[in-house]
Every structure is written in C-alpha cells, then in structure tokens.
C-alpha cells in the first residue's frame, strides 16, 4: 500500500447546503438503537416537541466528507470523533457544510487523517463542529510528522454515576448504511477481512451515537438539547448482536465515558461539557 500523500493537506470541498428533514432525524434514532420509550426522538408530533439527538449531525456532515483520490475506504478505521454544538439541532433544516483535511500525521504502519467539517444556517449562525480523526491502515511512511500526544481524560477511580447496557440487534449496521455511511466493511465480509477483522463490524460512529443516548438518558435526564461537546477515541470494534455497556462518570458540567462489550473497551477517552 503506498503512503498517504501529505498534499492532501488544506484539501477542502464545499460551502455545500444539504437539507435534513424529521424523518433523517428520525432514522438516525433507530439507527442507533432508540426505542419507544423514546419518543421525542422519533415522533414528529410529539407533544414537547420533536428532539435530535446532538450525534446527528454527523449525518450531513458526512455529505461533504473530501474527495480524497486513490484511498481504499476499507483501510480507512475511524480513530476518535469530536463534536461541538452552537446551538441544539432543529428537526429539520438547510445547512450549509465545509470541509478541510486539517492534518495528515505519519504513524509509522499507518497514516493519521484529520477531517474538520463545519455546519452552518442558511443565514450563517453557526451550528455544530465535528472532526474525524481516521487511521489509513498502511499509509503511513512519508516521513511526516507524527502528531502530537493525545489529551487524556482519565475516568475518576470510583464506580460510575451511570452504567447503561444496550443489546445492539445483528441488523444494526444494516440499519446505519441506510444514513449514507456506506464503507463496506460494515456488512461486505471481504471488505471486513481486508481491513483485519472475522466479520463486518458496527460503524465506529453508530457507537458514538449509541453512547450520546446514553449521555441523554442518563446525565441529561432525556434533554438532548443540553449536550454542548462530546468526543471519544475508538478503542475496538463492536460486532452487531453484541451486548454494549456504556459507563459515565459525571464532574459538574462535565462528564468522563467508557464503553465496552464483553470482547473488550470499545470508546475511551470519552469527554461531554452540558450546558
């Protein structure tokens, strides 16, 4: 596999407008794992008034994701995701998208992608940030720089505050395709063994928005609209059909995060700042 080119750097696509209606929002809830009981996130009608789960705005985000050429999206393993919010999400807008390749990072056996993407009203308030940060499996070589060390943010050393475990159906990546993350590794088997693993995995953020209804369930007692940052560095993969624990460990406005299956840590490092 040849190294990465770092002139990819500065790459940018957009301003793109791309409209999400109630029924993306919606979807997106299903796709990572809402119920009934959870109505506001799934019911146009709903008497409060229909809420979007912050993690959404990943979603359109992804529509101005760089053309970034002779990349194999197999090899492409999502390494941590960031998110800030302006303001909550409404349930359905017009939003205008930028993206930049903001670093380019030589890990050795492997290239580290930096992918700022910026959202924005029609009448340009601000809306939502959000970084991906995706490790090219044997891209790296180019004699870069390696980047700097990750801030840490370490759990306290006490038992959570909240400690939810969701089932995660077999048909869940299925489901989460249909959102326009469409890497095959998430449900082609060859594709998932080109990349290192037995069997098609869960998209990295459909965990991530498993664990932001797990910071709304638990810490902001069903308000979605209090999350203002939330960011996590995968640490494994989740298998559709496995069981996922998410642990919080809250500190004033702010809250620490883990999650795991019983193979093992799958989000660490996890940080959300509420209102």
């Known amino acids: ?38 109505a506001s ?12 789960l912050p993690s959404f705005a990943v979603v359109p985000a992804l529509r101005v994701w760089p053309q970034m050429p002779g990349l194999v999206k197999p090899l492409m393993v999502h ?25 380019i990072f030589d890990k050795g056996k492997g290239a580290l992608i930096e992918v700022l993407v910026q959202g924005a009203l029609e009448d340009g308030v601000p809306l939502f940030d959000t970084q991906w940060k995706v490790f090219y499996l044997g891209g790296g070589g180019f004699g870069g720089e390696p980047g700097p060390k990750a801030v840490i943010h370490a759990p306290p050393e006490r038992e959570p505050d909240y400690d939810l475990t969701y089932r995660v159906p077999p048909q ?13 590794l998430h449900i082609d088997p060859q594709a998932a063994a080109l990349a290192g693993f037995s069997r098609p995995v869960l ?28 960011s996590a560095r995968f640490a494994g993969p989740v298998f559709p059909g496995d069981e996922l624990r998410v642990k919080i460990w809250r ?21 959300a700042k509420l209102a």
Do not use: F, I
């Open 251 to 271: 500190q004033g406005d702010e809250c620490r995060l883990e999650a795991e299956t019983p193979n093992g840590p799958v989000l660490k490092n996890g940080l």
């Open 41 to 52: 996130l799934l019911y146009e009608g709903h008497p409060g008034g229909m809420q979007v």
């Open 79 to 103: 390494g941590e995701q960031s998110l800030v919010l302006h303001r909550p999400l409404p349930a359905q807008a017009r939003v205008v998208l930028t993206s930049r390749v903001a670093n």
């Open 203 to 230: 998209h990295g953020l459909c965990t991530y928005g498993y664990a932001c209804r797990a910071l709304v369930n638990g810490p902001l007692g069903g308000e979605p609209d209090g999350l203002r940052e939330y």
């Open 172 to 184: 869940q990546a299925a489901l989460y395709r249909l959102l326009g993350d469409l890497n095959p």
């Open 1 to 38: 596999m040849p190294p990465v080119d770092p002139s990819l750097v500065g790459l940018t696509r957009g301003p793109l407008t791309s409209a999400y209606t109630w029924q993306d929002a919606a979807l997106y809830a299903l796709a990572v794992g809402a119920g009934p009981e959870e």
